[in-house]
Every structure is written in C-alpha cells, then in structure tokens.
C-alpha cells in the first residue's frame, strides 16, 4: 500500500517502508549492479576518499529529505543532521497539519451549507463537530508523515544524526543536542547542503503569548476558537486559517499592509478570490495599514488591542478590539547557531544565504563557496515544500557533477482555501511589466468553470482560469486557476511550462469527459496560435 507523502507525488510513497530494507550485499543482481554503477557514476565525480560523508544535508525538513533520498539513490554515503523534528516546519508545523485542519473544516462549511446540499437533493441535520478531534487529526497526521520520513531514510540507509549543526571550518562539522552528552560529535564530509528552512516572522511591536497572539506554529494546535479573530496578513497563511475559522464559526479581521487583499496574488485572480472567499464570509478587512502594536489579551476577560497605523502617512488610524490575533506575515529563514563565518557564508540583509541557480552557496563577492550549498527556506527562492525539495534534488546533480538548474517559474504553487487557488509562472502584471520592456504582445485566455460538465453536476462552478502567453513565440508566461480542485489542476501547465511546450502544442491534448481538467483543455484552446495573425493584434489580447 503507499505511503502517505508529505509532497504531492509522493516522493517516497512506491518504496517499501517500515522494514529495512536489505543491504546491497542481499539485494537482487539487478538492483545491486543499479546502485553500485550510480555510486560509481556518481562518486568517479566527486572523488571521494578521505570524509567521513561524500554529503552531509543540514535540517531534515523536506527539502532535507528529498535532497538526501536523492543523494543516497545516486550511491553517495549520507547523513542529514537534525536539531529537532524529522519533517521541519511542512510535515510538524506547516502543509500537513494545516491541510488536515482544512479537510476537517471544509467538510463541516459543505455540510452546513444547506442552499448547496438541497440543489442536489439531500438535507442534513444537526451537523457538529468536536474541535478538540479535529485538531487531533491534524497532530495523528504529523506524526504518521513524520514516521513515514524517518523510516524512509533508514530504509535507504541515509544516517540520521541528531542535534544542532555547527560549521567548524574546512570540512569539519560538529553536531549536538543542548542537554544530551550522549548525543553528538564531529564529522567531516565532502559536501554539505544547508537546509535549516525558516520560522514565522514577527514584526516588531507584536509580542506572541501563544494564548491570544500567536502564530501559525500554535494556530495549528486549534486549542481554542475565538469568537473574532483578527488576522495580520492576507497571504497564504492568512487565507487558508481565514478558511478554517470562519467554516468552524469564527470571524474574522483581516489587517493587510498593502493597499488591497492578496496582494501576491495575480489581480485578477485575487479579486475572483474577493468575492467567493472573503464577501460571502463573516471577513471584514482592513487594508493599507501596519499592525504596529499589539497588547495580548486575557480569553473571556481582556480583549487584544490592535493598533492600526497608516502604511503610507505613519499615522496612527484605528485600533482593534478582538479576541485573538493571527500574525500571518511571512517567514524568516533561520540559520542561527550554523557559524556561517566558518565556511565563508555570510547572509544578506534579509538574513537568507545567497546561492547560485545552482543552489551553491555564495560568498560576499559573489563567488561561489566550494562544497557548500543552501537549498528551501534558508535560500528564500521559493518558500514552498516542493520547492525546498526540488532545490535539494537539485544540489545533489550538481554535487554529483551534472550540471542542473531548476526553473522556478514552472513551479505551481496552491492556496488550500475552499475553492482553491494556484498558480504557475507569473502573474498578467509582471508578464504585462516583461513585455514593455521586451518589446513583445501578450496573449491571454480566460476559461470558466461554469462551463464545465463535471463542475456543474457538483454544483460547485464558480471560478475561473486564465493563461499568460507570448504572441510572438506562444511561450506559456503564466496560468493561473481559482476553483473546485485548482491544486489538482495546475500540474498540466506546470509540466507543460516545465517541458517548453508552448500552446499551440497543447490544444490538441485530449482529456477525459467529464473532468474539472477540461477547463484547462478549454484554455488552451481558446489560446491565439497563428503568429503571423498575432503580430497585427492590439498589445493585450483578453
Ligand atoms: C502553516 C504553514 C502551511 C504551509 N503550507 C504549505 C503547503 O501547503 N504547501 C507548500 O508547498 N508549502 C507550505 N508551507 C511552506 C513549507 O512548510 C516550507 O516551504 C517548507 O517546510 C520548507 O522546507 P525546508 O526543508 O526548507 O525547511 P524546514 O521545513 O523549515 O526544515 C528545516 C529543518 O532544519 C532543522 N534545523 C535548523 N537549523 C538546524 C541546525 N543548525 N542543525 C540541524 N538542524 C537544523 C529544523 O529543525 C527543521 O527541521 C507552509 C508553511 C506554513 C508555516
Ligand atoms: N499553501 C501553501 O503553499 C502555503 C500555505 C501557508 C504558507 N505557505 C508559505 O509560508 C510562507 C509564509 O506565509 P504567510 O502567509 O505568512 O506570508 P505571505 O508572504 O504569503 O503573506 C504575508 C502578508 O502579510 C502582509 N504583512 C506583512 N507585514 C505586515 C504588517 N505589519 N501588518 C499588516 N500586514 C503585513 C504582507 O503584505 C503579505 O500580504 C509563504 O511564503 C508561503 O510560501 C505556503
């Protein structure tokens, strides 16, 4: 049966897990030849000998994990040294929990919602639910992945060395536990790839009790449901618990800097997500202000002060009253206690390690640092488990001397909110912005779900989609999808944008009906494909 993977794909769900499995000595010839000629292959670069480890991985959160299971499936002798939890913030404190939150509360607002259920001829009564139960799935969840991630690497015989990592200059490294004598020591490998990832950043001003102020770390734990919650950010984190909250009854504020909501988000596409996910909602927003200061409160005693300052003028303009505050405003990388100065890596403003589109590390003068690569959050490219892990994959090619470079637009991206949002690729603004200054047209496609077969007898077709392309060269910039399992849908543009296909090539795919992955099929077919007649259209096709 396959295992749950904490990565779409399921990275490590197809091997045989929770028994080791043989050393190569007992494997069959076939698979022992296999993993000797990648070693060989892989090591004849490398040239190997005098380390402890040919590749030592810093953090084991996915990108960790996937850099490592790479690693040693190309025959190279691996360890990923981690200072807390196998997993990191995507399988403890981030995807995981959160999307088992989600499917908890997305049933209950489909349950609830009985307009919805009648149109398709049920009634449900009395619909409760135990939120102490729900937060225990998402917890029960986290540590099944967690298990699953550890038992893949001792499968594969990666080792896995607990405690905190500390450069010690050359190839020297030294790990361990604060507390723990027992655990610990210095090792030395060929190759090191950081992957130490991030933790919530709190702007200055916000202290977090964990009880009324609190980040997603202890959003997760559902301990209690405030009656009005008022959420610092309107970004992913923002939106996905503004899901959460208001399908379990809560409502909700939200304080955006910018002057409107999702601001990262393709504008179009943002507006569509206005007016499905937020204005039907008990959500009311605040936008174009700072939360500057904020004075926890006492639950059912002392509400939380929130005070709101004008992100333009600085002035002080309003302040909350509510039971809890969310402070969802992005993530740090954390490289604490590495000794960076050690190996010659400094970080930039931001406090993210500079590397090079091959994930090598960069020092001061921007030349690359022997040996030493950042992969996932640490790096701050793409702060997405896919992406961590893709990176780590990534470094491993080029450790093994083959040269790699991923291409981050063609990573998808998805929003988990109900309907959900994802993205490849860049938005109309910034491939309008690209186009001025490159002197090309841009096309664009705009696809509903309203006029999908499937999305109709679900009842659920509101959303859209929308393709970016080049007139000229019919190169995908950009697709973008707001609706019923648009995390789903996004990897046949992803992969296309991946492979170079352009859209011509992609209109004549055929796809199954009835299926949610017509309204792909219908966007790239409604795409202008005949270049000669493209250079006579207006700039924006739309
Ligand atoms: C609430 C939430 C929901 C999210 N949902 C999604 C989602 O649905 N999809 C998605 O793609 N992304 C999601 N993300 C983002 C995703 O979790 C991160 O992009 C991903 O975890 C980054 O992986 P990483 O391996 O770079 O770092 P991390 O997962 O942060 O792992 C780093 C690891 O390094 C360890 N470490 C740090 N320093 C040291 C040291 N000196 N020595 C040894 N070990 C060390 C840490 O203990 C940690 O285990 C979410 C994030 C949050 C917070
Ligand atoms: N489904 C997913 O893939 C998923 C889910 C959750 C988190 N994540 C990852 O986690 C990271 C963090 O998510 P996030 O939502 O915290 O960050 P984000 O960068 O997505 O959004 C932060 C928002 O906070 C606003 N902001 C910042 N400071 C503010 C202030 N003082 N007052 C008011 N508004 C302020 C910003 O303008 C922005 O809109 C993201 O980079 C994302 O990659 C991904």
């Known amino acids: 049966m396959p295992i749950a993977s904490p990565l779409p794909g399921g990275r490590f769900a197809p091997r045989a897990l929770g028994a080791r499995p043989p050393p190569p000595a007992l494997l069959p010839p076939g698979r022992r030849s296999i993993r000797r000629e990648a070693r060989r292959a892989c090591v004849g670069a490398i040239a190997l000998g005098k380390h402890d480890y040919d590749v030592v991985v810093i953090g084991c959160g996915v990108g960790g994990h996937g850099a490592a299971l790479h690693a040693v499936e190309q025959g190279l002798k691996t360890a990923v040294v981690e200072g807390h939890d196998i997993g990191g913030t995507c399988v403890n404190r981030g995807c995981v929990p959160s999307k088992a939150l989600l499917a908890a509360a997305g049933r209950v607002r489909e349950l609830k919602n009985e307009m919805h259920l009648k149109s398709l001829g049920i009634s449900v009564e009395g619909v409760a639910y135990d939120r102490q139960a729900i937060a225990d799935h998402a917890s029960n969840l986290a540590g099944t992945i967690q298990g699953n991630l550890q038992r893949s690497l001792e499968g594969l015989g990666v080792d896995i060395l607990r405690g905190s990592a500390r450069f010690m200059g050359g190839n020297r490294m030294r790990y361990a536990l604060p507390g723990r004598v027992d655990v610990g020591g210095e090792i030395t490998a060929r190759d090191f790839i950081i992957a130490t990832g991030s933790v919530p950043f709190v702007p200055p001003g916000i202290p977090i009790d964990g009880k009324t102020v609190f980040t997603s770390d202890h959003a997760l734990k559902l301990e209690w449901l405030p009656d009005w919650v008022a959420i610092i950010g309107s970004g992913y984190i923002g939106l996905e618990f503004a899901d959460v909250y208001t399908a379990l009854g809560s409502e909700v504020t939200f ?10 988000f393709d504008g179009e596409i943002a507006k569509v997500a206005k007016r499905l996910l937020i204005d039907p909602r008990s959500i009311d927003s605040h936008t174009g202000v700072l939360a500057t200061k904020v004075t926890p409160g006492v639950p059912g005693v002392k509400p939380v002060e929130i005070e709101l300052t004008d992100f333009h003028t600085k002035e002080k303009v309003d302040t909350l009253e509510v039971d809890a505050c969310l402070v969802a405003t992005g993530r740090a990388p954390y490289t604490q206690g590495l000794n960076l100065g050690a190996v010659n890596v400094e970080t930039d403003r931001r406090g993210f390690i500079p590397v090079s589109p091959k994930m090598e590390v960069l020092d001061r003068e921007g030349s690359v640092v022997p040996h030493v690569y950042c992969i996932g959050d640490a790096n701050g490219k793409f702060m997405l488990a896919h992406a961590a892990s893709a990176q780590g994959i990534s470094a491993v090619e080029n450790i093994c001397g083959r040269p790699h470079q991923l291409n981050h637009l063609s990573v998808p991206a998805a929003c988990f909110t109900h309907p959900e949002i994802s993205f490849v690729g860049m938005t109309q603004e910034a491939a309008e912005e690209k186009a001025k200054a490159e002197g090309f047209k841009v096309g664009l496609a705009k696809t509903s779900f309203k006029a999908n077969s499937k999305a109709l007898a679900e009842k659920e077709a509101d959303g859209m989609a929308k393709i970016i392309y080049r007139m000229d060269t019919l190169e995908i910039l950009g697709v973008h999808i707001i609706g019923l399992h648009a995390a789903d849908l996004i990897h046949e543009a992803s992969n296309a944008l991946a492979m170079g296909n352009t859209v ?39």
Do not use: R, W, Y
């Not at 304080?255 to 990262?264: L, Y």
């Open 255 to 264: 304080v955006e800097a910018m002057d409107k909501i999702m601001p990262g």
């Open 504 to 542: 011509d090539q992609l209109k004549f795919n055929v796809h199954t009906h009835p299926t949610l992955s017509e309204v792909l099929d219908e966007l790239f077919k409604q795409c202008k494909t005949d270049v000669k007649a493209n250079a006579k259209q207006p700039v924006l096709v739309s």
